[in-house]
Structures are given as structure tokens and as C-alpha cells.
């Protein structure tokens, strides 16, 4: 079955630390690959977004992830977090030329001040 | 700025009582997604649509929920009669999909801000 796993559901940081969210899927063939981003209170935005070539992806606000398809990976990367990263991170994944989405779990993450 | 918009942002409502929820999806988009988000299941797909047509609810209890798109710029979830497990934030999100595998808008949802559900 298709499905998106997420391996923290919690993560808690300090201001200028570094971040990486872990995510596999299990899908046959090729995927398109997502991380959305959902601020306290608010609806989910995406950060970035993966279909084809380069498998170093970068996204708003500083954020990027790599496609390691040997690991059905996409992992999520900051170099030095803030604050304002406080939010609950959802990895999301689709057969390509398919319609459905498969959401993870969801990792939430807290940063210190 | 295009958005997608929900209505209402918060229902509260009580045990045995229809409701309805409405989304607009930003106006040229050709899918549109309904999806429940809870503490304990996390982000579930209900329903979509492709030019306007369902194409999988199965993640809907069929018993008490129904989803439409009466036209291209209104889609309803409604829940009848409702039960206080359907509490819960519903989204809806919306996208343009030709199933190609090129880069671009294919393949990504624009969510709205959700309706916060409480049915007590």
C-alpha cells in the first residue's frame, strides 16, 4: 500500500540550530514529492516541491530537501532555524500522473528562543 | 493573490444536526480535495474531484457524509446527522492537474484555512 512515513513527531530546537526531518514513502514508480508547512492556527502552505531533476530541492524561507531515490527519501533541511519555524511539518507524496496525495503523520516542531 | 475560502471557519453545532460546509477553489483549478485533520488521525483524505466529478470518496463514512460540486466554483461537504467523532478541522484544498509529469502548478494543492468543526 502507498503510504508516507515521518520519523519524528516531535522535535524541539534551539534558535540557530540545525534541522532535519526525516520522510520515506513507499510508492511503485515514479513520484512527485512535497513539503507543506502548517503555522499554529493556520492552513497548510507548501514549501517546496519535487517532480523531476535535481534532487537537491530549495524552498521559502530557507528550506530544502533531497530526493534519494535508493531510499525512498525526501528529507527536509534547514541550516539554522528561528523561532518563527515553530509549526507542524507534513511530508506528502503522488504517483506521478496520479490525482491522489498521501499526507505523513506530520512532525511538529518547536524552536526555543 | 489567488485563495481558496471556506466557509464558515467555525461551526459549532449538536449531536443530530446537519451541516454544510462550502469551498471555493481558486478559479481555474480542476481539482479540488476534501480533507479531515484530527489530533489522533492526522490528515485524512475524504474526497475529490476532477472537473467536478468525483473521482474517489472512499475515505468518506457514506452513511452520513456527502460531497458535491454543484458547479466550478462551488464545492459543499455536508454531514447529516452529524456525531461529535466528526469534530475535527475539515480543509479544502484545490489544484490544476493534467496528470502530466511536468514541473510547474501540476500536482500541487492550495489549501484553505479550514472549518473547525465541534459537534457536541
Known amino acids: 500500500a502507498q503510504s508516507v512515513s515521518q520519523h519524528n513527531h516531535h522535535v524541539i530546537l534551539s534558535e540557530a540550530a540545525s534541522l532535519e526531518l526525516g520522510c520515506n514513502y513507499s510508492?511503485?514508480?515514479?513520484?512527485?514529492l512535497f513539503w507543506y508547512v502548517q503555522y499554529p492556527g493556520q492552513h497548510l502552505q507548501l514549501l517546496l516541491k519535487y517532480f523531476s531533476g535535481d534532487p537537491l530541492v530549495k524552498g521559502i524561507k530557507g528550506f530544502e530537501a533531497e530526493f534519494i531515490k535508493s531510499k525512498f527519501s525526501f528529507n527536509l533541511r534547514k541550516p539554522s532555524v528561528q523561532w518563527s519555524d515553530t509549526a507542524e511539518y507534513f511530508c506528502?507524496?503522488?504517483?506521478?500522473?496520479?490525482?491522489?496525495?498521501?499526507f505523513g503523520a506530520g512532525t511538529r516542531l518547536f524552536v526555543k528562543a | 493573490d489567488a485563495r481558496v475560502t471556506q466557509t464558515p471557519r467555525d461551526k459549532v453545532t449538536e449531536m443530530g444536526q446537519e451541516v454544510t460546509m462550502r469551498c471555493q477553489p481558486i478559479l481555474g483549478h480542476n481539482t479540488v480535495f476534501w480533507y479531515r485533520q484530527t489530533m489522533m488521525q492526522g490528515l485524512e483524505l475524504l474526497a475529490y474531484f476532477r472537473n467536478r466529478a468525483p473521482l474517489d470518496d472512499s475515505g468518506m463514512p457514506k452513511d452520513r457524509f456527502s460531497a458535491e460540486m454543484p458547479d466550478a466554483t462551488l464545492a459543499t461537504l455536508k454531514i447529516q446527522p452529524s456525531e461529535p467523532r466528526d469534530s475535527a478541522v475539515y480543509f479544502c484544498a484545490s489544484g490544476l492537474d493534467w496528470g502530466g509529469t511536468s514541473g510547474g502548478h501540476y500536482n500541487e494543492q492550495f489549501f484553505g484555512p479550514g472549518t473547525r468543526l465541534t459537534v457536541l
Open positions: 510508492y511503485g514508480g515514479t513520484v512527485n
Open positions: 506528502a507524496a503522488r504517483r506521478t500522473g496520479g490525482f491522489k496525495t498521501i
